[in-house]
């Protein structure tokens, strides 16, 4: 069974910076995707970022394109997820997960069949 552990959310000022980051343990992830999703207060949980573990495929949502940086590190079973120029709508929690899917459909949250407890993201104006 796959266990998934966040950090690294907290509390930083528009413009600003934070580092996520998710351990996982259990099987191999070979055939797996990690992604980040998030939910705000009132809010559907949407797609952020993921990537494939195998090949280091990305893909990221429109509106964290160009400021979110996801990245692997397989000897240590994480993955990252760098943000940058933080703005008050990323507010919310973070949540990692770990699923099999391809292209689009890793945008999905039903694509993804274990979730970490969240960590959370507050960005002040």
């Known amino acids: 069974q796959v266990l998934l552990v966040e950090s690294g959310g907290g509390l930083v000022q528009a413009g600003g910076s934070l580092r996520l980051s998710c351990r996982a343990s259990g099987p191999s992830f070979s055939r797996y995707v990690l992604g980040w999703f998030r939910q705000a207060p009132g809010k559907e949980r949407e797609f952020v970022s993921a990537i494939s573990w195998l090949a280091g495929h990305s893909f990221y949502t429109d509106s964290v394109k160009g400021r979110f940086t996801i990245s692997r590190d397989n000897a240590k079973n994480a993955v990252y997820l760098q943000m940058n120029n933080l703005k008050p709508d990323d507010t919310a929690l973070y949540y990692c997960?770990?699923?099999?899917?391809?292209?689009?459909?890793?945008?999905?949250?039903?694509?993804?069949?274990?979730w970490g407890q969240g960590t959370q993201v507050t960005v002040s104006s």
């Open positions: 997960a770990v699923g099999y899917c391809s292209g689009d459909g890793c945008h999905k949250a039903s694509s993804y069949d274990t």
